[in-house]
């Protein structure tokens, strides 16, 4: 690898670095809204678990000891952890007893498979490349899963002709971190980056598409509540939404 791809993989692994923590932190104007309530209402937790069982194999799979020289894919995704685990935190907070120990179990059981897949990794692969092998397809699955989250957003907008429910800019912020990433993965060819950041930029391409072709209409679909009287449609499923599928980013 020369030294001037060395550079160009350098800074584009920065930016993927930079949209994907913008697609980490999306979820803030959420819990802000929990915070003022002081409830999760119906909120769902299974983003931000979905997203934390993700970035912990995507750090497992960057260290020095499984997969070297990957330290921007190791940096994004550890402070991914950190995110993730500060929105459970809040969502443990403020969820009813019920709820609380059903969120609690499921971080129990993605740390203790987490720390068997490690020793498992680890004790059983004695190289870099078998334990890239095995921790890089454990990262295309759960990217795979991640990515798929837009499906049921993208079948609602065409159900419904809005899209008030798929926000541009995370359309937009998936799309730069998908380009980015497979770009970055090309570089220094790794099938188990390019594969998923591969699917996740034609997805993101599918919601572009579909927002440019129902932008108009949802503007006029909005007027017309709005001169009746109506709430708007990302009014009524505040809860739903919004946040049962925001993006996950790798």
């Given at each position: 690898?020369?030294?001037?791809?060395?550079?160009?993989?350098?800074?584009?692994?920065?930016?993927?670095?930079?949209?994907?923590?913008?697609?980490?932190l999306?979820?803030?104007?959420?819990f802000?809204?929990?915070?003022?309530?002081?409830s999760?209402?119906?909120f769902?937790?299974?983003?931000?678990?979905?997203t934390?069982v993700n970035?912990?194999?995507?750090?497992?799979?960057?260290?020095?000891?499984?997969h070297?020289?990957?330290?921007?894919v190791?940096?994004?995704?550890?402070?991914?952890?950190?995110?993730?685990?500060?929105?459970?935190?809040?969502f443990?907070?403020?969820?009813p007893?019920?709820?609380?120990?059903?969120?609690?179990?499921?971080?129990?059981?993605?740390?203790?498979f987490?720390?068997?897949?490690?020793?498992?990794?680890?004790t059983?692969?004695?190289?870099?490349?078998k334990?890239s092998?095995?921790?890089?397809?454990?990262?295309?699955?759960?990217?795979i899963m991640?990515?798929?989250?837009?499906?049921a957003v993208?079948?609602?907008?065409?159900?419904?002709?809005?899209?008030?429910?798929?926000?541009?800019?995370?359309?937009?912020?998936?799309f730069?971190?998908?380009?980015?990433?497979t770009t970055?993965?090309?570089i220094?060819?790794?099938?188990?980056?390019?594969?998923?950041?591969?699917?996740?930029?034609?997805?993101?391409?599918?919601q572009l598409?579909?927002y440019?072709?129902?932008?108009?209409?949802?503007k006029?679909?909005?007027?017309?509540?709005?001169?009746k009287?109506?709430?708007?449609?990302?009014?009524?499923?505040v809860?739903?939404?919004?946040?049962k599928?925001e993006a996950?980013?790798?």
């Amino acid at each position: 690898m020369t030294a001037a791809a060395d550079v160009v993989q350098t800074v584009v692994g920065i930016l993927g670095n930079i949209i994907c923590g913008f697609l980490f932190l999306s979820p803030v104007p959420t819990f802000v809204g929990i915070w003022k309530k002081g409830s999760v209402q119906e909120f769902s937790p299974a983003p931000y678990l979905a997203t934390l069982v993700n970035c912990m194999v995507w750090t497992l799979y960057s260290l020095p000891i499984v997969h070297p020289n990957s330290i921007l894919v190791l940096t994004i995704n550890g402070s991914g952890v950190v995110i993730e685990v500060v929105f459970i935190v809040l969502f443990l907070i403020y969820s009813p007893p019920k709820k609380r120990v059903k969120v609690l179990a499921w971080v129990i059981l993605e740390l203790i498979f987490m720390a068997a897949f490690t020793v498992l990794t680890l004790t059983l692969a004695h190289s870099h490349k078998k334990r890239s092998a095995i921790v890089g397809t454990f990262c295309i699955i759960f990217n795979i899963m991640m990515y798929a989250a837009p499906l049921a957003v993208m079948k609602l907008v065409i159900t419904t002709k809005s899209v008030e429910f798929m926000p541009f800019s995370i359309s937009l912020a998936a799309f730069g971190n998908g380009v980015a990433w497979t770009t970055y993965a090309l570089i220094r060819f790794d099938p188990f980056i390019t594969v998923p950041n591969g699917l996740g930029t034609l997805l993101a391409v599918a919601q572009l598409i579909l927002y440019a072709t129902y932008y108009k209409n949802t503007k006029r679909l909005m007027s017309e509540r709005k001169a009746k009287g109506e709430m708007n449609l990302s009014e009524v499923v505040v809860g739903h939404g919004a946040d049962k599928n925001e993006a996950a980013p790798k």
